[in-house]
């Protein structure tokens, strides 16, 4: 059982034995090339590359060696075969470049001759950043081999919705900043997955194009935002108009003080008081004219004044607090913040 555990241990350390053993293959091979031993640094460099290699060697690896073993080339006067190195190079990755300082103005003179052998366009990883889009910025960095036209643009994964941020020439690396905001207006670049995608055209080359793309996540990091109150309702409100049947009541009302009255003096009559028949007309009459004047009153002015005036209020109050929340959450919007990072492919 413990032969079988640790045969197990070894054949899950022996990958990563042999990743370590390659990074360290590539530095000797580069400490070997800056103290000129140019042989000896190209046949590790060839090695490494060598399909027989027993060493697992990453994309990036690859490509310096290719940059490495085109600069040994180089120094040895062998353009034809430094430029096919250079190529392969640039081809995985348009980004690479020969720095002044690690590197002579031959080898460098070569290296740009090879680009201008093949048209790439290349766009560094894009960093996770918090920033703020009225004062900050990310750069994202693009480049080209050789001169060409770079379209740079956000594509949503979600409807396919297109936002420019670069058209225009490029010729080696540059940086095009990026804030989070809405290049044609109109606010924030909305929340969601989107695909970073560099398109190029060579100004040198007839028909030669490429493109790359990178999938990143824009989100908004802001305070929670305050509801407003709703419009006033009915069950919020007093009523501003009478009633239809208001106006008929207070004439029924008058006809009944009439009535009632005229009746009275009826049933009173035989009364030893004098005067209470004139005294019950004079009360009908006022029955009927207050009805009739009431009636008029109500038909000709339905509306209610104190209620109207009590309504108007309500509505500057709520309409107060409404205006203070939306510049409460106008001053949240603002201070937005917009988080970028980058999703695995």
Sequence with gaps: MKRLVLGAAVLLLAPARLHAQAAEQLSQAIRRY?????????????????PSSPFPVTEAQRV??????????????????????????????????????????????VFQRARQRIFRVGLRPVPRDTLDPRTEHINITVATTHAGTVRLELVSTFDDSRYPLFDGSVEGPRDIAF?????????????????????????????AQDSTSALIQIEWERAPMIDTLATLGRADTLPTRQISSAATRDLILGGIIAAG????SKVIGQSDLQGRG?????VAVV??????????????????????????????RRSAINARIMAENGTR?????????????
Excluded: C, M, W
């Excluded at 009255?261 to 009275?264: A, E, F, P, T």
């Excluded at 004139?278 to 004079?282: P, R, T």
């Design 179 to 207: 804030n989070g905001l809405n290049p044609r207006g109109g606010g924030f670049i909305p929340q969601g997955a989107y695909d970073l995608v560099v398109i190029g055209e060579s100004a040198t080359r007839l028909q």
């Design 34 to 50: 800056e103290n000129l031993e140019i042989d000896r640094a190209r046949t590790i460099f060839e090695q490494l590359l060598s």
């Design 278 to 282: 004139a005294l019950s007309a004079s």
């Design 261 to 264: 009255s005229l009746l009275s």
């Design 333 to 345: 919007i603002d201070a937005t913040k917009i988080i970028i990072r980058p999703l695995a492919q």
């Design 287 to 316: 029955g009927v004219t207050g009805g009739v004047v009431a009636y008029l009153q109500r038909r000709n002015h339905p509306d209610i004044p104190e209620n109207i005036a009590e309504n108007a209020a309500r509505q500057q």
């Design 64 to 109: 310096i060696a290719y940059k490495y073993l085109g600069a040994t080339l180089a120094t040895l006067g062998r353009e034809d075969s430094a430029i096919t190195y250079f190529t392969a190079a640039l081809g995985r990755d348009p980004l690479v470049d020969l720095e002044a300082r690690s590197f002579s103005e031959q080898e460098r003179q």
